[in-house]
């Protein structure tokens, strides 16, 4: 019966696959177009840009939107901000959110239930909801204006869908593993952290990389809690080609690419390292 | 923090699931060694997580609903001055403003309109991804995976200027290639037009999320089941909706839900797409309540009106919390 079910269907999936084939196209290009319009456009020369007659592709390529959006003020210090705050919330909430998820992986306890619970009810809250006491409290305690308060944000926002996402791939280790290194000697944390941490691997990298995809997009609370020039992150940083005179479109588009770039190339990684972690329970074998 | 960021942290699959044989062990292991120091252990090993959640999430939840009660303006921001508590008067003026239920029916209609564009879309897209040659799916994949991972605030600026009035490619595209006249139309002049691109850019965004979650549910179809409903007799719709739907259902549900959250919380586009400054017409919630904080410097109406988005969407929440439980997420 399997052997003949395949040409029930096929000579009916065959006639059919060419429209699908068409409708996949035009998603393609539905989706893809964007995606084209920023690379081409910081590629244009600006009297393309600034042109009453657009056309859909470039009629020759310049370098110029690039180098006038690396020259424009800060943006030395954009990146460096960027760096700092993505780099150290991200590097702290791995930590925090490892042995969280050690810990809810590992144990019954009580109250386990509850704290997986809150794991998941704080993501529903509206950012926006949280930003005005956030700024009240930052304000309290003088984050304001400081890196500290948006690197304590960013960090806390990405904690729960990184513990919760680590944990899945902690309990995909057998606790045997650990148990034989206990037998050897190892202290219940010594066992973790040798035997199981390296392990988790592939799990720290796509939940790291998700959590700096968000840090490095975040821009609404930046914009809030950073007020001096030099401190703004790239995404605040980005709004200065937007002026009351009009949007330096071809620079914009530079500066964007220049951002979106990393991103881009991360989530690319991740899908790579999501495919090693669900297949990392090889190591049962 | 934004609803696209939390887009962007969301594995395209519902991954971390325990495996069957998880919890056995898990059992086993825990009764085998007796709790010595280790009772504490757990506690000590979330305590940092917990505190940070707590300080960062629920306290600021707690001072919302504290300051939804008083009076906090610039004067008490800055000088630390105690702000005095005024009841309820928050919420009556606040429910008692006609232009707070425009902006009500605005957020609703708007996200009642872009969810239901972006689940057909999102579920037309990865039903045809199934049937199509390899090739196209491949490209297809690539432009889904570069849109999602497009920083909201570039994806913003692309549209922004599609739309453009002079320089803009959606213009061009009329007046050049559909032959109607649309040199220089403002789209924002006219708000209906103006979320009809605001729209565009948040379906755009997360049709990418949608299609491929509900893609990687499809694959867990069996085969064969929908095979032998065809030898059956069953047509296209039949199969879908016997053997197809109910596999594919409790994603479908979850997605649909994260899309109401995330589209009745959409701030960033309508916020970048209006430079900084939306027109009162362009007023969600979020916008609504950013701007009583930020602009007219009081607090705690923007803190009120936060307070009454969190509690129309609570039900989603308690929805989308249930429909965790259920597919099993929460042991």
Redesign the interface.
């Given at each position: 019966m399997s052997a003949s079910t395949p040409q029930v269907l096929r000579p009916d999936r065959k006639k059919h696959r060419i429209g699908y084939n068409i409708a996949g196209l035009v998603a393609f290009v539905l989706m893809a177009f964007p995606v084209y319009w920023l690379v081409i456009s910081s590629l244009r020369p600006n009297a393309e840009i600034r042109s009453y007659d657009q056309t859909l592709w470039p009629s020759s390529i310049t370098f110029d939107n690039f180098s006038r959006a690396i020259n424009q003020p800060n943006f030395g210090t954009a990146i460096e901000s960027s760096l700092i705050v993505c780099g150290v919330a991200v590097l702290g909430g791995m930590l925090l959110a490892t042995i969280a998820a050690f810990a809810i992986g590992r144990f019954r306890f009580r109250g386990r239930k509850f704290f997986m619970i809150v794991l998941l009810v704080v993501q529903l809250l509206p950012p926006t909801a949280m930003l005005i006491p956030i700024y009240i409290q930052l304000n309290d305690l003088g984050g304001l204006n400081e890196y500290w308060g948006v690197i304590v944000i960013y960090l806390v926002s990405t904690l729960p869908f990184a513990t919760w996402m680590i944990r899945g791939f902690v309990i995909n280790i057998p606790p045997e593993l650990e148990e034989s290194a206990m037998v050897d000697g190892c202290s219940r944390m010594g066992a973790f952290w040798r035997v199981t941490f390296p392990l988790l691997a592939p799990g720290l990298a796509a939940a790291s990389i998700f959590s700096l995809i968000t840090a490095w997009n975040e821009y609404l609370l930046a914009y809030v809690v950073l007020q001096d020039n030099d401190k703004y992150t790239l995404n605040v940083w980005l709004m200065n080609f937007t002026t009351s005179r009009g949007i330096d479109y071809g620079a914009l588009m530079a500066a964007s690419t220049m951002i979106a770039i990393p991103v881009v190339a991360f989530f690319l990684l991740v899908q790579k390292y999501m495919a090693t972690g669900l297949t990392s329970g090889a190591v049962k074998g | 923090?934004?609803?696209?960021?939390?887009k962007?942290?969301?594995?395209?699959v519902s991954?971390?699931?325990?495996?069957e044989g998880?919890d056995p062990?898990?059992?086993k292991?825990?009764n085998?060694?007796p709790r010595k120091a280790?009772?504490l252990?757990?506690?000590l090993?979330?305590a940092?997580?917990?505190v940070?959640?707590a300080?960062?999430?629920?306290?600021?939840?707690i001072?919302?609903v504290i300051?939804s009660f008083q009076d906090?303006g610039r004067r008490e921001?800055w000088s630390?001055a105690a702000a005095p508590w005024v009841g309820f008067d928050q919420f009556t003026n606040i429910l008692g403003d006609s232009e707070f239920w425009d902006v009500v029916w605005r957020t609703i209609i708007f996200m009642v309109v872009c969810v239901f564009v972006t689940m057909v879309g999102g579920l037309g897209?990865s039903m045809?991804?199934q049937?199509?040659?390899t090739w196209?799916?491949l490209?297809?994949t690539?432009?889904?995976?570069?849109?999602?991972?497009?920083?909201?605030?570039?994806?913003t600026?692309?549209?922004?200027?599609?739309a453009?009035s002079?320089?803009?490619?959606i213009n061009?595209v009329l007046t050049k290639y559909l032959g109607i006249d649309a040199?220089g139309h403002n789209w924002f002049l006219d708000p209906k037009q103006g979320f009809v691109i605001i729209g565009a850019v948040v379906v755009?965004g997360a049709?990418?999320f949608v299609s491929v979650t509900l893609y990687a549910a499809l694959t867990q179809v069996p085969k064969?089941l929908e095979?032998a409903a065809?030898?059956d007799g069953a047509g296209t719709t039949g199969i879908f909706r016997y053997v197809t739907w109910p596999v594919i259902k409790p994603v479908f549900q979850m997605v649909a839900t994260l899309s109401v959250?995330w589209d009745?919380?959409v701030?960033?586009q309508i916020?970048l797409m209006r430079?900084?400054k939306p027109e009162p017409e362009y007023s969600v919630l979020?916008i609504y309540?950013?701007e009583k904080?930020?602009e007219s410097n009081s607090?705690s109406q923007?803190?009120a009106i936060?307070?009454i988005?969190?509690l129309l969407?609570s039900g989603v929440?308690v929805y989308?919390?249930r429909q965790?439980l259920k597919i099993g997420e929460?042991e």
């Amino acid at each position: 019966m399997s052997a003949s079910t395949p040409q029930v269907l096929r000579p009916d999936r065959k006639k059919h696959r060419i429209g699908y084939n068409i409708a996949g196209l035009v998603a393609f290009v539905l989706m893809a177009f964007p995606v084209y319009w920023l690379v081409i456009s910081s590629l244009r020369p600006n009297a393309e840009i600034r042109s009453y007659d657009q056309t859909l592709w470039p009629s020759s390529i310049t370098f110029d939107n690039f180098s006038r959006a690396i020259n424009q003020p800060n943006f030395g210090t954009a990146i460096e901000s960027s760096l700092i705050v993505c780099g150290v919330a991200v590097l702290g909430g791995m930590l925090l959110a490892t042995i969280a998820a050690f810990a809810i992986g590992r144990f019954r306890f009580r109250g386990r239930k509850f704290f997986m619970i809150v794991l998941l009810v704080v993501q529903l809250l509206p950012p926006t909801a949280m930003l005005i006491p956030i700024y009240i409290q930052l304000n309290d305690l003088g984050g304001l204006n400081e890196y500290w308060g948006v690197i304590v944000i960013y960090l806390v926002s990405t904690l729960p869908f990184a513990t919760w996402m680590i944990r899945g791939f902690v309990i995909n280790i057998p606790p045997e593993l650990e148990e034989s290194a206990m037998v050897d000697g190892c202290s219940r944390m010594g066992a973790f952290w040798r035997v199981t941490f390296p392990l988790l691997a592939p799990g720290l990298a796509a939940a790291s990389i998700f959590s700096l995809i968000t840090a490095w997009n975040e821009y609404l609370l930046a914009y809030v809690v950073l007020q001096d020039n030099d401190k703004y992150t790239l995404n605040v940083w980005l709004m200065n080609f937007t002026t009351s005179r009009g949007i330096d479109y071809g620079a914009l588009m530079a500066a964007s690419t220049m951002i979106a770039i990393p991103v881009v190339a991360f989530f690319l990684l991740v899908q790579k390292y999501m495919a090693t972690g669900l297949t990392s329970g090889a190591v049962k074998g | 923090m934004s609803a696209a960021d939390m887009k962007a942290a969301d594995p395209p699959v519902s991954v971390p699931r325990a495996p069957e044989g998880a919890d056995p062990q898990l059992a086993k292991n825990v009764n085998r060694k007796p709790r010595k120091a280790g009772a504490l252990l757990p506690y000590l090993l979330i305590a940092p997580a917990f505190v940070a959640i707590a300080a960062v999430f629920v306290w600021p939840f707690i001072k919302t609903v504290i300051m939804s009660f008083q009076d906090v303006g610039r004067r008490e921001l800055w000088s630390g001055a105690a702000a005095p508590w005024v009841g309820f008067d928050q919420f009556t003026n606040i429910l008692g403003d006609s232009e707070f239920w425009d902006v009500v029916w605005r957020t609703i209609i708007f996200m009642v309109v872009c969810v239901f564009v972006t689940m057909v879309g999102g579920l037309g897209l990865s039903m045809i991804m199934q049937r199509m040659s390899t090739w196209v799916r491949l490209l297809l994949t690539a432009a889904l995976v570069a849109a999602w991972s497009m920083p909201l605030l570039v994806a913003t600026s692309i549209f922004r200027w599609f739309a453009d009035s002079d320089y803009g490619v959606i213009n061009m595209v009329l007046t050049k290639y559909l032959g109607i006249d649309a040199q220089g139309h403002n789209w924002f002049l006219d708000p209906k037009q103006g979320f009809v691109i605001i729209g565009a850019v948040v379906v755009w965004g997360a049709i990418p999320f949608v299609s491929v979650t509900l893609y990687a549910a499809l694959t867990q179809v069996p085969k064969e089941l929908e095979e032998a409903a065809s030898l059956d007799g069953a047509g296209t719709t039949g199969i879908f909706r016997y053997v197809t739907w109910p596999v594919i259902k409790p994603v479908f549900q979850m997605v649909a839900t994260l899309s109401v959250l995330w589209d009745f919380n959409v701030f960033g586009q309508i916020f970048l797409m209006r430079g900084n400054k939306p027109e009162p017409e362009y007023s969600v919630l979020g916008i609504y309540s950013f701007e009583k904080a930020f602009e007219s410097n009081s607090f705690s109406q923007g803190a009120a009106i936060s307070l009454i988005t969190v509690l129309l969407l609570s039900g989603v929440a308690v929805y989308y919390l249930r429909q965790l439980l259920k597919i099993g997420e929460v042991e």
